[in-house]
């Protein structure tokens, strides 16, 4: 989690605009606590809030080619950066080891068109000095927070989030998920499409259990190729419970390579005595995870909640009452020197898991509701048909026994009485 903001279009003075640049980027610092640079130009404010987690020494940011022709800002991972480094960008010379560059480097190779070949978090701005031109792009799912807005002279403003556009905007909308803004164009455009977005292409297509298990596995080894310490958000249910079961799989695997006993840390929250917290604790047992338990008052939750509304920009009920939890969790979870976490996120939106998704009428109207929530390939099934105990037992390094199994399901039963699964 970074934060990046930039100052394009210039109409003024850019020496005046680069102060009203360094204090808006400032009040995004708790986003990135390690370092933060800036760019300037007459045309273009490129300015950077570092939270490090690939090439801790090398990545900071604003990262400009080798050329001195292309520099970027840019929130996020691309995970697949090594893959385009060997088969896109052998011939680029690279400055640092920071998977954001490849950013610059298919820049370089492609132009604008190679946004929908990155597999990753991210947003960025990037500027072409002797064209004047400049690349805006977000992920194809909107993971990574992205908002732009204008002042009252037209010039454009880019941010990670509001709070930094509001002293100098008196417009803010978000930029898009799986979009792009070209400057010569001025148009935003959306790059991601999948036929999949259709539902009458897969109608037909049939459930496959090794392609989900197969992606599921290279998504969480994916995300775990980073140069600080990680873990694993760990609630009981069984999305986080089967992240955690692979990551540790991953972990132990590479322990036997390099001789070597590291544990996987893992966190779980709660108020006192909560079942989630004790079916966590038996799940951190069995997955052999280092497990640190926040156990908080409602007191505690109710204090957060002034600063959880300003970090999170929203007052929807549902996501701040999320977001309390998560909010104090994530202070323990810096406290102990993690940078990065893997969740169960995002499973519910991606298979259907809250209530209303059972009242959907047919199939295809359940489907257009899940390409709301998210655009990432998977077929409409079911949440509870893919949970089956064939499907827990691959993933989970231990015989899964029957009771609990039903424990594990009860429990998941339990968080879907409530109408968006939050406990």
């Given at each position: ?27 995004m ?5 390690d ?100 690349l ?16 009252i002279?037209k ?19 978000e ?44 998504s969480v ?35 036997n ?18 079942p ?23 007191q505690?939750g ?17 996501t ?41 009428p047919?199939?295809?109207?359940f489907?257009?509701?899940?390409h ?10 079911q ?5 089956t ?5 691959k993933?989970f ?14 429990l ?11 406990n």
């Open positions: 989690m970074c934060a990046i903001f930039g100052i394009l279009n210039i109409k003024e003075n850019y020496h005046i605009l680069k102060k009203k640049a360094l204090y808006c980027s400032s009040l610092s708790h986003r990135g606590p370092s933060n640079g800036i760019y300037e130009g007459k045309d273009a404010i490129l300015s950077h809030e570092r939270l490090s987690i690939i090439d801790i020494k090398h990545g900071h940011q604003p990262i400009i080619n080798s050329s001195q022709t292309s520099v970027l800002v840019m929130n996020g991972e691309i995970y697949n950066y090594k893959y385009i480094k060997k088969n896109f960008c052998y011939d680029y010379k690279f400055t640092s080891n920071s998977d954001c560059e490849v950013v610059l480097a298919l820049y370089d190779k492609l132009g604008i068109k190679f946004l929908d070949l990155l597999n990753g978090m991210f947003s960025f701005i990037l500027y072409d000095i002797p064209k004047q031109h400049y805006i792009g977000r992920d194809h799912i909107g993971m990574v927070p992205l908002y732009i807005g204008y002042d002279k010039n454009l403003y880019v941010s990670s989030e509001m709070k930094a556009l509001i002293p100098v905007c008196n417009t803010i909308k930029f898009p998920p799986r979009s792009y803004l070209w400057s010569p164009d001025g148009v935003i455009r959306q790059y991601y499409y999948r036929k999949w977005f259709q539902y009458k292409n897969i109608e037909y297509s049939p459930l496959n259990y090794k392609i989900i298990e197969r992606t599921l596995k290279q080894k994916m995300h775990l190729i980073t140069d600080v310490p990680y873990g694993v958000l760990l609630s009981g249910g069984l999305d986080s419970a089967i992240i955690a079961s692979i990551a540790s799989k991953f972990i132990k695997l590479k322990n390579k390099k001789s070597q006993k590291k544990k996987l840390k893992s966190f779980s929250i709660g108020l006192l005595n909560a989630d917290l004790i079916s966590a604790r038996l799940l951190s047992k069995k997955l052999e995870t280092q497990h640190y338990e926040i156990i908080f008052k409602k505690e109710l204090d957060a909640i002034r600063d959880v509304i300003y970090h999170i920009e929203t007052y929807d009920i549902t701040v009452r999320a977001s309390i939890p998560m909010y104090l969790m994530s202070k323990k979870i810096q406290s102990q020197g993690v940078k990065m976490v893997l969740s169960g996120e995002g499973a519910d939106e991606i298979f259907g898991g809250y209530l209303y998704f059972h009242y959907a047919n199939m295809q109207d489907h257009e509701e899940l709301i929530f998210v655009s990432h390939t998977i077929l409409p099934v949440k509870k048909d893919i949970y105990e064939k499907f827990l037992k993933y390094q231990y015989p899964v026994q029957q009771h609990a199994f039903l424990i594990i399901h009860q998941h039963a339990h968080r879907l009485q409530h109408q968006n699964g939050i």
